[in-house]
């Protein structure tokens, strides 16, 4: 198509067009291009550059021009074209005022602290602010444009506010509501719930949220603090609850994988006893979180939290640590209580129990079957009540059979033993907990970055985080420091180089070294691709009710497809190859 040819057609398709030379002077424009810059027909010779300086710029991302106030153009895709003179170069853009309000509203949305969920008007979910996300672990790509029935259900059998406001035509003010997400998630809320009418039509409805649990924990510690202050009064002493506490719940856990959520109904169900609980992890899993939640969710999280790294501290130098010294035990040595003594009706977390010498470890066996200890140096036996908690970043058979840790203490220790999966292990909750660090490093970094684009999560997804979540948060720090002031959205680009190279291949190794049926792993992977291709059989090949009836997000379910190489054009039409 000659360009002159393609300048009308794209002006009678609402798209203004303009010829520029390598200066940057306009050579021509078309009718709606002239209307949409307010020219006139005045713009020849003008420089593109003085009127709307963001249409020269060619970005991946929306880049809006401000024409006049309240007013903005949008750079669109450039056709190809024969006959284009040498050294030019077309623009073509459209009218994007709805737009850029949209991106804004989306904007503030973001920044307000109350969760927002929006819905069109068949009930199918638009927006879920960074509140929302953050209260119900949901990623709004994960659920866009699926019926809010379909992502959240009552669980006192009453009907979900927003389709009820969207079909009465009214809103319903101060709703109390409980409800559980389809990944498990109760939340409890009250709610304002409106509907969004023009002119009689009915566009969708939306609902204001306030996270009633909050508000409840908020009252008992109010409460709890009443109580204290009236013992403090009546028994004419000081009592406070110990400086040194667990900042973590299990509400701080983000994930919506069920491996995750079974090991935190697991280790609720422990934090209700006094059993010493062993937590095997890899490094970066967030070990220390679970430790700290048992805590918090016990009996005793009234007492001191108190945590040592066994690997970071000298074996003499730990020993007079964990049980104290007496005055004169060795050169310099004073009268100071052990953290056993100081984390008296508290937890105490040894973490990588395997670093500790295995002469160490036999001193311990006796604090633990008894609850006596001995002070470096003293002869008089102290008693203590002490939860212990202890952390191990290998396998409990394995530092076993290397020595590195004592059988019997192993078993006084893991007298119940929780594993934390790795990352790889629950890629459902990248997109998740990408978004979380996102919120996290824009308050500490002062920038309003939005998301991750899919480019990015793609790399995410095929990548094996060797360093987990904790690898995974240095990566959104990481390009958030080195992203641009205007950008809002983390691009592949800005990612640590070491991801960024190494996803792809990654990716391509694990299609390539999926095992073979033969062996057990190659078994359950046979039985995984089979149960992905019935269900998405079943469904049309409808990706994301394939994924609600999997019970995984719509993202991992598409990184599976793609792991095994799954056709689904080929599937549906029965041509698929069998394994």
């Not at 990623?139 to 079909?167: A, K």
């Not at 039509?201 to 009252?219: K, P, T």
């Not at 360093?467 to 800005?494: C, K």
Request: charged share 25%.
């Amino acid at each position: 198509m000659r360009y002159q040819e393609a300048m009308e057609t794209l002006s009678a398709c609402g798209l203004g067009a303009l010829v520029t030379a390598e200066d940057g002077k306009i050579l021509s424009v078309n009718e709606t291009g002239d209307r949409l810059l307010h020219g006139d027909g005045r713009l020849q010779g003008t420089r593109l550059q003085d009127i709307a300086e963001p249409l020269c710029e060619e970005s991946d991302q929306p880049v809006y021009a401000s024409v006049v106030f309240g007013e903005y153009l949008l750079r669109c895709p450039t056709p190809e074209l024969a006959d284009l003179p040498e050294h030019c170069r077309m623009v073509v853009f459209r009218e994007a005022t709805n737009d850029a309000c949209h991106d804004m509203l989306i904007g503030v949305l973001n920044q307000i602290s109350e969760p927002v969920i929006l819905c069109d008007a068949q009930c199918r979910i638009y927006l879920l602010n960074d509140a929302a996300v953050k209260m119900d672990s949901i990623v709004t790509q994960d659920v866009l444009g699926e019926n809010i029935t379909n992502v959240y259900r009552s669980r006192d059998g009453s009907e979900l506010m927003v389709p009820e406001v969207i079909r009465e035509k009214r809103p319903n003010i101060n709703k109390r509501q409980y409800y559980t997400t389809r990944y498990g998630k109760n939340v409890d809320i009250v709610c304002n719930n409106f509907p969004i009418v023009q002119n009689g039509q009915v566009l969708g409805g939306f609902s204001v949220m306030e996270d009633w649990s909050a508000i409840d924990s908020l009252h008992k510690q109010i409460i709890d603090l009443q109580d204290k202050l009236v013992n403090r009064t009546s028994a004419g002493r000081h009592k406070t609850k110990s400086a040194l506490s667990a900042k973590f719940t299990f509400e701080d856990i983000i994930c919506i994988s069920p491996a995750m959520s079974n090991v935190i109904a697991q280790c609720k169900r422990v934090a209700k006893n006094d059993s010493s609980v062993m937590i095997y992890g890899e490094t970066g899993t967030g070990k220390e979180m679970f430790a700290q939640s048992i805590h918090n969710a016990s009996n005793r999280a009234d007492g001191p939290f108190l945590a040592i790294n066994c690997a970071a501290i000298p074996e003499n130098l730990l020993e007079s640590l964990l049980f104290g010294t007496e005055k004169g035990a060795y050169t310099g040595a004073e009268h100071r209580p052990g953290l056993f003594e100081q984390a008296n009706t508290g937890t105490l977390l040894l973490d990588e129990i395997n670093s500790m010498n295995i002469n160490l470890q036999s001193k311990l066996l006796r604090v633990l079957q008894d609850g006596i200890i001995r002070r470096v140096g003293g002869s008089s036996e102290i008693h203590v009540d002490v939860r212990v908690l202890s952390n191990i970043n290998v396998p409990p058979s394995q530092a076993i059979a290397e020595n590195k840790l004592r059988r019997d203490l192993f078993y006084r220790l893991g007298v119940v033993n929780i594993s934390v999966p790795p990352l790889r292990n629950r890629r459902e909750d990248i997109a998740l907990l990408a978004k979380h660090f996102i919120m996290q490093c824009n308050k500490k970094l002062v920038r309003n970055v939005r998301n991750i684009d899919g480019a990015t999560l793609e790399r995410f997804q095929a990548y094996s985080w060797p360093g987990n979540v904790r690898e995974l948060q240095h990566a959104i720090e990481h390009a958030m420091n080195v992203l641009p002031d205007e950008a809002s959205m983390i691009t592949p680009d800005y990612i640590p180089d070491l991801i960024a190279s190494s996803s792809g291949a990654a990716g391509a190794e694990q299609a390539q070294t999926v095992p073979s049926a033969s062996s057990l792993s190659g078994a359950i992977h046979d039985m995984e691709r089979q149960t992905i291709c019935k269900v998405l059989r079943e469904t049309g090949g409808n990706i994301s009710e394939a994924a609600r009836i999997l019970k995984i997000s719509r993202q991992n379910l598409q990184y599976r497809i793609k792991r095994y190489k799954i056709d689904i054009a080929a599937l549906l039409t029965g041509t698929i190859p069998q394994w």
